[in-house]
């Protein structure tokens, strides 16, 4: 999925979105003195930080390469990526858990839940109009692939930071609204609190995914299984080649993968027409293949049948 204006359409929806509802959960937590709303309005307020820091990240990694990074920038959205992260961790469970343990030390009863009850709704209503935005858009990316693998193997951590931030958004809400209804029931402002330390569990388990995903790609994750065999399956093909070894590729960015390989090549033939064969070897990747935008072929006797890097 490359990082284009399409994929920003999505971060500034969330953003906007995200805004209107901080603003209106903080004006409902000052009016009801709920707990829960409160934890709300900062979750709200770290999931805008967290989509400017996603523009940021991508933006960044747009810069060309230069002597000092010869690679590129790519990685920069994966490290504001993985910061995002460390923000919801942070910011959003622990906080989350501290007020809903402050609420349930020291409780202090709801007033005018009604105004509560109606700032969940827009929150509801806001949030889903973000998250159906993120749904369309990493649908269409992940293709044929289920959810959960293609979170493991998505290279562009906003498509689905967006998605989860979203849906723990919308599951907190609900908690929040479980917590004032059990609290005005019962008498017992407790429960508030309680919403507030179940929504950080939430925050936290994302928070839990979204690091270890954005860490992984931090380090540098192999480009698809697919793709290495497609570009095995194209070197072995061409004439003069007798065998196709290991080969090594990672993301720098989304729409950024280097690919290393050890190809055995006829030893009857001269090194003017090696050279002209992994010209041709890497013309063909760059137009088969946009994403591969370095390929190195390291000429090497004997290594057909080598293992190639798991990715």
């Given at each position: 999925?490359?990082?284009?204006?399409?994929?920003?359409?999505?971060?500034?929806?969330?953003?906007?979105?995200?805004?209107?509802?901080?603003?209106?959960?903080?004006?409902?937590?000052?009016?009801?003195?709920?707990?829960?709303?409160?934890?709300?309005?900062?979750?709200?307020?770290?999931?805008?930080?967290?989509?400017?820091?996603?523009?940021?990240?991508?933006?960044?990694?747009?810069?060309?390469?230069?002597?000092?990074?010869?690679?590129?920038?790519?990685r920069e959205l994966y490290f504001w990526s993985f910061i995002v992260a460390v923000l919801?961790?942070?910011?959003?469970?622990?906080?989350?858990?501290?007020?809903?343990?402050?609420?349930?030390?020291?409780?202090?009863?709801?007033?005018?839940?009604?105004?509560?009850?109606?700032?969940?709704?827009?929150?509801?209503?806001?949030?889903?109009?973000?998250?159906?935005?993120?749904?369309?858009?990493?649908?269409?990316?992940?293709?044929?692939?289920?959810?959960?693998?293609?979170?493991?193997?998505?290279?562009d951590p906003p498509g689905f930071i967006v998605l989860l931030e979203n849906g723990a958004?919308?599951?907190?809400?609900?908690?929040?609204?479980?917590?004032?209804?059990?609290?005005?029931?019962?008498?017992?402002?407790?429960?508030?609190?309680?919403?507030?330390?179940?929504?950080?569990?939430?925050?936290?388990?994302?928070?839990?995914?979204?690091?270890?995903?954005?860490?992984?790609?931090?380090?540098?994750?192999?480009?698809?299984?697919?793709?290495?065999?497609?570009?095995?399956?194209?070197?072995?093909?061409?004439?003069?080649?007798?065998?196709?070894?290991?080969?090594?590729?990672?993301?720098?960015?989304?729409?950024?993968?280097?690919?290393?390989?050890?190809?055995?090549?006829?030893?009857?033939?001269?090194?003017?027409?090696?050279?002209?064969?992994?010209?041709?070897?890497?013309?063909?990747?760059?137009?088969?293949?946009?994403?591969?935008?370095?390929?190195?072929?390291?000429?090497?006797?004997?290594?057909?049948?080598?293992?190639?890097?798991?990715?």
């Amino acid at each position: 999925m490359s990082a284009g204006a399409h994929d920003n359409r999505t971060l500034w929806i969330a953003f906007w979105a995200n805004l209107g509802v901080a603003v209106a959960k903080f004006g409902a937590a000052a009016v009801t003195g709920s707990s829960a709303m409160l934890t709300e309005g900062i979750h709200s307020v770290v999931d805008s930080s967290n989509q400017l820091l996603l523009l940021w990240g991508r933006k960044a990694a747009r810069r060309p390469a230069d002597q000092f990074h010869p690679f590129g920038y790519g990685r920069e959205l994966y490290f504001w990526s993985f910061i995002v992260a460390v923000l919801v961790f942070a910011l959003g469970a622990g906080v989350s858990i501290y007020e809903g343990y402050l609420h349930i030390a020291d409780p202090e009863p709801a007033v005018s839940p009604i105004v509560a009850y109606g700032v969940l709704l827009i929150a509801f209503v806001l949030e889903g109009w973000s998250t159906i935005a993120a749904f369309k858009e990493f649908r269409i990316a992940k293709g044929k692939l289920g959810w959960i693998d293609a979170v493991k193997r998505s290279k562009d951590p906003p498509g689905f930071i967006v998605l989860l931030e979203n849906g723990a958004a919308m599951a907190g809400i609900v908690v929040a609204a479980i917590g004032l209804g059990i609290s005005q029931l019962t008498g017992d402002p407790r429960f508030d609190g309680m919403a507030s330390i179940v929504i950080g569990a939430i925050l936290a388990v994302i928070a839990y995914i979204l690091a270890y995903e954005s860490k992984a790609l931090l380090i540098g994750e192999a480009a698809d299984p697919e793709l290495v065999s497609d570009i095995r399956s194209m070197v072995e093909r061409r004439p003069g080649v007798t065998g196709v070894g290991e080969i090594l590729t990672v993301h720098g960015s989304p729409d950024q993968i280097t690919a290393m390989l050890s190809v055995d090549f006829d030893d009857a033939m001269s090194a003017g027409d090696v050279e002209r064969l992994v010209a041709e070897i890497e013309a063909q990747a760059a137009v088969r293949w946009p994403l591969v935008k370095r390929l190195y072929i390291r000429p090497r006797s004997g290594c057909a049948g080598e293992p190639t890097a798991a990715p």
